[in-house]
Nanobody
Framework: QVHLVESGGGLVQAGGSLRLSCVLS????????MGWFRQAPGKEREFVSQ???????NYVDSVKGRFTISRDNAKSTVYLQMDSLKIEERDVYYC???????????????WGQGAQVTVAS
């Protein structure tokens, strides 16, 4: 059974940083593409970033230059370093896994429970 567990969410001032972590179990992590999404109340889940099994990365335009996705295959963990956070990025952040290369959440098979990120002014 596949499990994804996020951690690292919390409260940060606007302009501050947080690092999210997501640990996967139940699959061979090194062979999977991993993604980060976020969702605000009443809104659709939004793609943030993805990292391929080979290390290739992709970001939504709004976070380029501020967010960095990385992975540690030995720890079956994907990270999202978020710098210069904005108030409007106060969302629940989810990690997910897929065998595809896609920003479409429907192409992702397994999801974590989410980590709340709160950005205060």
């Amino acid at each position: 059974q596949v499990h994804l567990v996020e951690s690292g969410g919390g409260l940060v001032q606007a302009g501050g940083s947080l690092r999210l972590s997501c640990v996967l179990s139940g699959r061979t992590f090194s062979m999977l593409n991993m993604g980060w999404f976020r969702q605000a109340p009443g809104k659709e889940r939004e793609f943030v970033s993805q990292i391929g099994w080979g290390g290739g990365t992709n970001y939504v335009d709004s976070v380029k230059g501020r967010f960095t996705i990385s992975r540690d295959n030995a720890k079956s963990t994907v990270y999202l370093q978020m710098d210069s956070l904005k108030i409007e990025e106060r969302d629940v952040y989810y990690c997910a896994t897929t065998t595809n290369w896609s920003a479409n959440p429907d192409r992702y098979n397994f999801w974590g429970q989410g980590a709340q990120v709160t950005v205060a002014s």
